[in-house]
């Protein structure tokens, strides 16, 4: 079973010296929340139907089981990747924020969008042995100065208990994805990521984690690389989703 701790001890001592305040827009909030009610409720949160692969969301109802656009005619190595929410909006804006502006504090409201995740029927009550951080090539995190996943899968560690473990290393230093069409995304990573010497995947059910899935192709080639390393299942987690 998951524990979720809602108060991060560190923090409930910090917040009798300082008060919380919303990450966004500055109000006083409960030490336990990042974003205040107003602001969290502007997080465009994924609502069925969707996808039961990739999440991707799909206007009207649909019963049957069905490969969406974005899955069809493609092999996708993880299980199933679950985001809780839309990359749109206040959750892109914090992301980028997180990623871009060198604001490391807003890992904490995106961490509590990926915590999210686990409530999934896909992820709930499943057992993981191993939480595993997409990689980023050593040049881009230096650049960045964090691995913008790492520190999202230390969070979810912290608050799971599953350990976490630097599995995957990225080999080449590719070029930003977001120009790119699926194919082109797709060569574009291929041997992009290899195991870590002495990485045992052996017989482990891993929780992937990265901050935000744009077309899947990332995850999918780390989940290729942690099976042919003897993984017995991939799921992933993201913050959000395109
Ligand atoms: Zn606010
Ligand atoms: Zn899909």
């Known amino acids: 079973m998951w524990k979720l701790p809602k108060v991060d001890p560190l923090r409930a001592i910090a917040s009798l010296f300082y008060p919380s305040l919303c990450a966004?827009?500055?109000?006083?909030?409960?030490?336990?929340?990042?974003?205040?009610?107003?602001?969290?409720?502007?997080?465009?949160?994924?609502?069925?139907?969707?996808?039961?692969?990739?999440?991707?969301?799909?206007?009207?109802?649909?019963?049957?089981?069905?490969?969406?656009?974005?899955?069809?005619?493609?092999?996708?190595?993880?299980?199933?990747?679950?985001?809780?929410?839309?990359?749109?909006?206040?959750?892109?804006?914090?992301?980028?924020?997180?990623?871009?502006?060198?604001?490391?504090?807003?890992?904490?409201?995106?961490?509590?969008?990926?915590?999210?995740?686990?409530?999934?029927?896909?992820?709930?009550?499943?057992?993981?042995?191993?939480?595993?951080?997409?990689?980023?090539?050593?040049?881009?995190k230096r650049e960045r100065g964090f691995n913008q996943a790492e520190l999202l899968a230390e969070l979810l560690s912290a608050r799971t208990g599953v350990p976490l473990r630097k599995a995957l290393q990225r080999t080449r230093y590719t070029t930003t994805q977001t120009a790119f069409d699926r194919t082109e995304r797709m060569e574009n990573l291929h041997n992009a990521f290899r195991l870590r010497k002495n990485a045992d995947m052996r017989g482990l059910r891993v929780l992937l984690i990265d901050d935000i899935l744009t077309t899947g192709s990332t995850l999918s080639e780390c989940a290729r690389v942690l099976k042919a390393g003897g993984a017995l299942s991939v799921h992933a987690a993201t913050a959000a989703r395109a």
């Open 24 to 140: 966004v827009c500055s109000e006083p909030v409960d030490q336990s929340e990042y974003l205040c009610a107003k602001c969290a409720q502007k997080a465009p949160r994924i609502k069925p139907p969707f996808c039961a692969k990739c999440s991707e969301p799909f206007p009207g109802a649909i019963s049957e089981s069905f490969a969406c656009a974005n899955c069809s005619h493609r092999t996708l190595h993880f299980e199933s990747a679950v985001s809780a929410y839309r990359s749109r909006g206040i959750v892109r804006k914090i992301v980028h924020e997180f990623k871009y502006g060198k604001q490391a504090h807003l890992q904490h409201p995106v961490a509590d969008w990926l915590v999210e995740t686990l409530e999934d029927p896909r992820l709930h009550g499943r057992r993981f042995d191993l939480v595993v951080p997409v990689p980023l090539h050593p040049a881009r």
